[in-house]
């Protein structure tokens, strides 16, 4: 079983793609911040893994 990965985000400010390492033994929902590497102004990322192991990266303005 893959334990990590490095998804890839869109920075919801200036559109450009960034990368971002997931621990993928936590199960469900991991909810966290990072800055993007160009603009350098937070985005919120969500990370789901449901049951089949299937992870889905979502990038959503801090303010929302
Ligand atoms: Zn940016």
Redesign the pocket.
């Known amino acids: 079983m893959q334990t990590d990965d490095v998804l890839e985000w869109t920075?919801q400010?200036?559109g450009?793609d960034n990368s971002v390492w997931v621990d993928l033994t936590i199960e469900g929902k991991q909810d966290f911040v990072e800055d993007?590497r160009?603009?350098c102004?937070p985005n919120r990322i969500i990370v789901v893994r449901d049951y089949d192991g299937n992870v889905m990266i979502e990038a959503r303005p801090i303010d929302e």
């Open positions: 920075c400010y200036c450009v993007c160009i603009c102004r």
